[in-house]
């Protein structure tokens, strides 16, 4: 015999035995396969946007590039691969980002065939003077100091007789002055050709990191202003 009757149980707090037929019943495979298709559709979602990121980012800021060859030893070497900054040429309110620094080393269209990409060193600028008298480079007059220069690549010496650089163009040099196709034998690179500045090697593993760029206190870059003058009058 029971102790207490049906009318004699009382409700418990906010619970009680009329509140059974409110509960919803939900089909649980069912909301696993409208979450299963719901997470994918957000996966491709995010990658979509990383692709077309770094489709973006490839097209206007950085650039892999391959060094193919020995022109610029012993700084480069055949096969390591760079990171190129194209965010060059920039300015905003007359402040310049990434613009181009002697002794930068640049990558830029082969004047002769710009299908093809040459990497090379910045030696000299619009209405420079350059000349090479035994192996040693005088820009302005002033030799340049290139701790960067290998004796062992620097054996043939050959005169460059003392020339301007010409508006809009630039006068580049590889490092490896004794087998290098450069300025000294088809002219000089016309400045829309060059499309950026390497800064990062990321292959071959022993030689990951920053790409050095040579710096000249004895003939300095000259300011942007001078360079661009020409520009500003045409605009």
């Known amino acids: 015999m029971s102790l207490f009757s049906n009318k004699d149980q009382y409700d418990f707090g906010l619970i009680s035995s009329a509140d059974d037929?409110?509960?919803?019943?939900?089909?649980?495979?069912?909301?696993?396969?409208r979450s299963f298709w719901w997470e994918t559709l957000r996966?491709?979602?995010?990658?979509?946007?990383?692709?077309?990121?770094?489709?973006?980012?490839?097209?206007?800021?950085?650039?892999?590039?391959?060094?193919?060859?020995?022109?610029?030893?012993?700084?480069?070497?055949?096969?390591?691969?760079l990171l190129v900054n194209k965010f060059i040429y920039?300015?905003?309110?007359?402040?310049?980002?990434?613009?181009?620094?002697?002794?930068?080393?640049?990558?830029?269209?082969?004047?002769?065939?710009?299908?093809?990409?040459?990497?090379?060193r910045l030696i000299a600028f619009p209405g420079e003077?350059?000349?090479?008298?035994?192996?040693?480079?005088?820009?302005?007059?002033?030799?340049?100091?290139?701790?960067?220069?290998?004796s062992?690549?620097?054996?043939?010496?050959?005169?460059?007789?003392?020339?301007?650089?010409?508006n809009h163009t630039y006068f580049v040099m590889g490092d490896n002055r004794d087998n290098s196709a450069d300025s000294r034998t088809w002219g000089f690179v016309p400045?829309?050709?060059?499309?950026?500045?390497?800064?990062?090697?990321y292959w071959k593993p022993q030689n990951v990191g920053f790409v050095r760029h040579a710096d000249y206190p004895?003939?300095?870059?000259p300011p942007i202003t001078d360079m661009r003058a020409d520009d500003l009058e045409l605009k």
């Open 90 to 120: 920039y300015d905003i309110k007359s402040v310049s980002f990434g613009h181009l620094d002697r002794g930068d080393i640049v990558v830029f269209w082969y004047p002769e065939d710009p299908s093809k990409s040459y990497v090379k």
């Open 191 to 201: 400045e829309k050709y060059i499309y950026g500045r390497a800064f990062f090697r």
């Open 129 to 150: 003077t350059v000349e090479i008298k035994e192996g040693k480079v005088f820009v302005n007059d002033v030799e340049l100091v290139e701790p960067y220069i290998s």
């Open 43 to 81: 996966l491709v979602r995010d990658v979509f946007l990383i692709i077309v990121t770094f489709i973006l980012f490839g097209v206007f800021f950085v650039q892999p590039v391959v060094v193919d060859g020995s022109s610029m030893l012993p700084q480069l070497r055949d096969g390591e691969r």
């Open 21 to 33: 037929g409110g509960i919803e019943s939900r089909d649980l495979r069912k909301e696993a396969s």
């Open 152 to 166: 062992e690549h620097n054996n043939s010496r050959y005169p460059f007789p003392r020339t301007e650089v010409k």
């Open 218 to 221: 004895e003939v300095p870059t």
